[in-house]
């Protein structure tokens, strides 16, 4: 048997299933946007580096969350949630991928995501 080979994009919008969680964490089948850089996606890693999206967003977070209008399968308005960031198996992925950010949105949440580390300045 041949296995199937599932190709990602950096930025892309899949469903990801992150149960289960533990307590403040992001769990449930949700969307999430891959962050891996596109040159390791290409060697098709085990591992992915992903930023879980919501529908709601605590003005707490605003410094940390980005807004992301709805397009092809992404139906709602969501937002990007920096602090819940993590790796997770491929396996927890579902295909097919829902919508795809621009580079301009990615970049936007690695700013963000640098400023939760400390890389810079809030």
Do not use: W
């Not at 992001?26 to 930023?51: D, E, H, M, S, W």
């Not at 399968?73 to 198996?89: F, G, K, M, P, Q």
């Not at 992925?93 to 990615?106: D, K, S």
Request: net charge positive.
């Amino acid at each position: 048997m041949v296995a199937e080979v599932t190709h990602f994009t950096r930025g892309g919008v899949y469903l990801a299933r992150l149960d289960p969680a533990k307590a403040a964490e992001t769990g449930k089948i949700r969307p999430i946007v891959v962050l891996t850089a596109q040159g390791i996606l290409n060697i098709a890693p085990p591992i992915l580096f992903i930023c879980p999206l919501s529908r709601q967003s605590q003005p707490a977070f605003s410094g940390l969350h980005v807004l992301l209008p709805p397009r092809d399968h992404l139906e709602v308005t969501s937002y990007a949630l920096t602090e819940h960031c993590r790796s997770v198996s491929i396996q927890r992925i579902i295909h097919p991928r829902l919508a795809q950010l621009t580079a301009t949105e990615i970049q936007t949440i690695i700013t963000r995501l640098q400023r939760l580390i400390g890389v810079i300045s809030l």
